[in-house]
């Protein structure tokens, strides 16, 4: 619903309102900040000073994690960028920022992810140096950095379900966060050093993750705890065969990113290849992902051998389509104007899952809204820039530290889990006041400026000591707006950018037209729960499923093709294909659709000198009882040393087929670890495919379940199948990549 029919948000116009009175700056249903405080419902948060944050703020009766009241500047923070602004609460959050990026850097020059989350996490110090740390912790970023590139030489992707890559995928955004630490530093050495790094880890990625739609295969980027985006029904198998838009997009960023650096070190050819490939990604998502109907990009597609789109709107993939220039300026606005925002602001996805506690799901995380706020400031939305700033205010102010994330609901904490002191919450936040409203950007060969200064927040703001390679400067910027009226270099007019040659000490004043960017509306939404996934069965050649409370009717696909709308809770499924339901609340709103069910024959195809025994070295620990749940005479154990499994096979008709593998991979758990088993699939001697074979349990070598399935178009007759292990097939373990396969499904699909 649209903001003219909530009509629940007014954003302050005078020019004055940013001071510290009592004149309102954003307010929401939800919360609202005038002046120097902020207040939600009964409860408030003032800043007496620029380093002091006081909260009344009290959370969930029985939440198991510290509620802080107050927070007090306990580090030197001197030697950063000092702002001063008329507002202190801005000051004071900006300053908190400052004081828990200090905690951040451990005594190694790593940096932290979170209070409650030690170590450096590939995605986390990588999405906190592209929004601020490259250039504030310039040298804890390159050190952490380094940290996750594996013995081989490629990036680390060092979390994800059933066993991190390639379920999970998006360990490029390493290669961004890295190439940012040079646009910083200028230094050649670390250019010559990500280079290799990035190479083979995207050539790994193409042979493994692509998927010829353009798109690329895998969880979506960030959010990867499988139960709280997916339908329960999703293996991680099917997880690895989905495609994400946040992940593809940093995918193509990364190719670019390749070229770009390609182009430096004088590899033309690696950077036109590059470039092609990222063209390929950017096309698929415009081309599989864009929904006109709803104006935003879906969140993924999900399914087995015929996907379908999961018509969410993810907030960070969206905003990385209009940062990273996926999105040309109208769908960029388009999206700006349709991504739905509560009052709370924008969630990490919408609708939510409604059998789901909060985390990914039903929540929002103040570091993909400073994303958020990003993307709106460059499409030009100023309403939405207003809000998406607030609802980072909102929660450092309350709760006096850069929290992890927060329940939509009710903007409180108690989410599955959560952190105080939280990097790339933290990271965002000084992100907002440097790369918005003062509109610091990096470039190879310098420095540009863009300040995007709502009419809310026009003020008077300096930013001093912001260090830039061997100068220190000085930046002032005046009024509001996004067009520049004046740039001025040590009082001389000057274009607003900075060679990276610059030296000394310099005065930087900016004045903005004071102009008001063409209205954009924001889609202001209540918070809102999807229709619980349907669970369907074939019996016989009828479809059948258990009906769903408040429920308006029932969508039923053959073959990813919506072919039936029903009130009854049953289908006749004569016709042979892949069935699945979706149900539709009485408001429109869908559910995931249901498990894919085929009534296709199915042809089993044994594997070569079945065994009933695990004899690998490769595993550490073998099953107390005896092995079970195998079907025929046994099953092939497969490891990095095993020889190529050939098998011979003939199909009656020309068409395409798919194949997928039956397995069981006992060496790890469903969420997390590192030793999902890859193996190359070719037929005819010609490569089809990677069979990726997640962890489905540690020690669980009963529980026996489908890898992803892999089409390949056939003629009539005699074939050969082999799977085998190539270099392209490491994990992120190194040494285990193992798992027993019982046989190989084969199904003519088209």
């Not at 809310?456 to 703001?461: G, P, S, V």
Request: glycine share 8%; proline share 5%; net charge negative.
């Amino acid at each position: 619903m649209k903001n003219k029919a909530l009509a629940f948000l007014t954003l302050a116009v005078s020019a004055g309102a940013y001071a510290g009175n009592a004149h309102e700056i954003v307010s929401t249903k939800a919360y609202s900040w005038h002046g120097d405080t902020i207040t939600q419902g009964s409860f408030m948060a003032t800043a007496p000073d620029a380093h002091t944050i006081v909260s009344t703020y009290s959370a969930t009766p029985g939440y198991g994690f510290p509620i802080d009241k107050e927070w007090k500047l306990k580090n030197d923070i001197s030697s950063y960028p000092a702002l001063t602004t008329p507002n202190t609460l801005h000051t004071a959050i900006y300053n908190m920022g400052l004081d828990e990026m200090v905690n951040a850097v451990e005594p190694d020059t790593t940096l932290r992810t979170g209070k409650e989350w030690a170590g450096v996490w590939t995605r986390d110090v990588s999405y906190s140096i592209l929004l601020s740390m490259a250039y504030m912790q310039p040298e804890a970023s390159r050190i952490s950095l380094m940290k996750k590139v594996t013995p081989t030489g490629v990036i680390v992707q060092d979390t994800g379900s059933g066993g991190a890559w390639p379920i999970s995928s998006d360990r490029e955004i390493w290669a961004l966060a890295a190439y940012e630490v040079y646009k910083v530093t200028g230094d050649r050495n670390w250019l010559e050093f990500i280079y290799p790094v990035i190479k083979n880890s995207l050539a790994d990625d193409e042979l493994t993750v692509q998927s010829p739609s353009g798109l690329v295969k895998g969880e979506t980027s960030f959010i990867d705890w499988r139960e709280q985006s997916y339908p329960r029904w999703m293996q991680t198998a099917d997880i690895y065969r989905s495609e994400a838009l946040g992940t593809s997009i940093v995918h193509a960023q990364a190719l670019r990113t390749l070229a770009a650096i390609a182009e430096e070190l004088g590899h033309k050819d690696v950077a036109a290849q590059s470039n092609e490939r990222a063209q390929k990604i950017v096309d698929g998502v415009n081309n599989e992902l864009w929904m006109n109907d709803k104006g935003y990009y879906a969140m993924y597609t999900y399914g087995r051998n015929f996907p379908i789109l999961n018509p969410r709107a993810e907030t960070l993939g969206e905003s990385l389509a209009i940062l990273y220039d996926v999105a040309d300026a109208d769908r960029a606005r388009s999206i700006t104007e349709n991504n739905p925002v509560t009052p709370f602001g924008a969630a990490i996805f919408f609708p939510q899952i409604a059998d789901m506690p909060p985390y990914h799901n039903n929540s929002l995380w103040p570091w993909v809204a400073a994303y958020w706020a990003m993307a709106n400031a460059k499409a030009g939305n100023e309403q939405g820039t207003m809000e998406a700033i607030g609802s980072i205010f909102r929660p450092a102010a309350l709760f006096a530290t850069n929290k992890e994330n927060f329940v939509l609901d009710n903007g409180d904490i108690a989410t599955e889990l959560n952190s105080s002191n939280m990097l790339w919450c933290l990271a965002g936040n000084i992100a907002v006041t440097h790369k918005i409203l003062f509109g610091i950007h990096f470039e190879k060969d310098g420095l540009a400026f863009a300040p995007f200064v709502p009419r809310a927040l026009a003020a008077e703001r300096s930013l001093t000591g912001f260090k830039y390679r061997n100068a220190v400067l000085d930046i002032t910027v005046k009024g509001y707006g996004n067009e520049i009226k004046s740039f001025t270099l040590n009082g001389k007019e000057h274009k607003p950018f900075l060679p990276a040659d610059i030296k000394g000490h310099n005065t930087i004043v900016i004045t903005m037209a004071d102009n008001t960017p063409a209205p954009l509306s924001v889609n202001h939404t209540r918070n809102k729960k999807a229709p619980l996934t349907p669970v369907a069965r074939l019996a016989g050649n009828t479809l059948e499923w258990a009906p769903i409370e408040y429920i308006g009717a029932y969508v039923v696909l053959r073959d990813g093709e919506r072919i039936a709308k029903t009130r009854t809770t049953s289908f006749d499924a004569s016709v042979p294909g892949e069935y699945q339901v979706i149900g539709v609340a009485s408001d429109g709103t869908e559910s995931f659709a249901s498990e894919p069910l085929s009534n296709r024959t199915v042809t089993v195809l044994e594997v070569p000198s079945p065994a009933t025994s695990i004899t690998s070295k490769e595993v550490s620990y073998m099953p107390a009882e005896e092995l079970a749940g195998y079907t025929g005479n046994g099953f092939a154990e497969t490891d990095t040393a095993s020889p190529a499994m050939e098998v011979a096979f003939e199909v009656p008709a020309d068409g395409v087929y798919a194949f997928v593998v039956r397995y069981a991979n006992g060496n790890g758990p469903v969420n997390t670890e590192n030793k999902c088993a890859i193996r190359t699939l070719s037929v005819d001697g010609v490569r089809a495919g990677v069979v990726v074979m997640p962890h489905r349990g540690v020690a669980n070598w009963n529980d026996w379940g489908l890898s992803n399935y892999v089409q390949v178009p056939l003629k009539a007759g005699k074939h050969t199948l082999t799977i085998d292990y190539r270099p392209e097939n490491r994990n992120m373990n190194l040494h285990t990549n193992h798992a027993l396969i019982d046989y190989i499904g084969l199904e003519r699909i088209k």
